[in-house]
């Protein structure tokens, strides 16, 4: 049995398109969703596939209705392959029931780990790049060290609250804590050093 399922971004967009098309192609159940291409909340894609039996085949008019990226299109096929069923898209004429269409789909995963073992590599290298050049990751410092040596000490003095200190920063109270607690630690490493 065909299973359609259709998808559009907006309320503005109109369905009618897909669902002819899917209805021509034999399609007996047609599951609809209207969400963008980013939004990972499908309850038409969900209830296509939990219908889906043995043997039967989902159908889509375009391969950008199924799957909100290459991985995701990869992993709904996936799930597809584990319940027996089949995947066809009409507009790139991609039918998985067959052999070349399982292999299109072998080469997409492949690209898609190449793709992902690109971006860690890039990452990777970005990032020992910009720690040659003295760089480190991360949020830079609130404030400097004159600002951490004056909150120390109106702390010590005990004539200001830890909310009035941390108004004065403009800072929050775990970033006070932060700040004392990696001075007493620094302190303590030269005391040690010193012995």
């Not at 499908?42 to 085949?57: M, Q, V, Y």
């Not at 507009?91 to 080469?107: A, D, P, R, V, Y």
């Not at 480190?136 to 600002?147: A, D, E, I, V």
């Not at 003095?157 to 941390?166: G, M, R, Y």
Request: charged share 30%; hydrophobic share 35%.
């Amino acid at each position: 049995m065909k299973i359609g399922y259709a998808r559009v971004s907006t309320h503005d967009q109109y369905l009618g398109m897909q669902e002819d098309a899917l209805k021509k192609e034999g399609c007996k159940e047609i599951y609809t969703d209207i969400a963008s291409g980013v939004k990972t909340d499908r309850s038409g894609l969900d209830k296509a596939i939990s219908f889906l039996r043995p043997g039967d085949t989902l159908v889509v008019w375009k391969l950008d209705r199924l799957g909100r990226s290459i991985q995701h299109l990869i992993q709904t096929i996936k799930i597809l392959d584990n319940k027996n069923a089949g995947f066809k898209s009409l507009q790139e004429e991609i039918n998985t029931t067959t052999s070349g269409g399982k292999l299109i789909f072998h080469i997409f995963g492949a690209l898609a780990e190449f793709e992902r073992n690109l971006i860690t590599e890039r990452t990777q290298a970005g990032l020992k790049a910009a720690r040659a050049r003295g760089r480190l990751g991360g949020r830079p410092p609130l404030l400097n060290s004159r600002q951490i040596k004056r909150l120390i000490e109106l702390y010590d003095e005990q004539k200001s609250t830890v909310d009035e200190i941390c108004k004065i920063f403009n800072i929050s109270r775990p970033s006070f804590y932060n700040y004392l607690n990696r001075t007493k630690k620094n302190k303590s490493a030269m005391q040690a050093e010193n012995l």
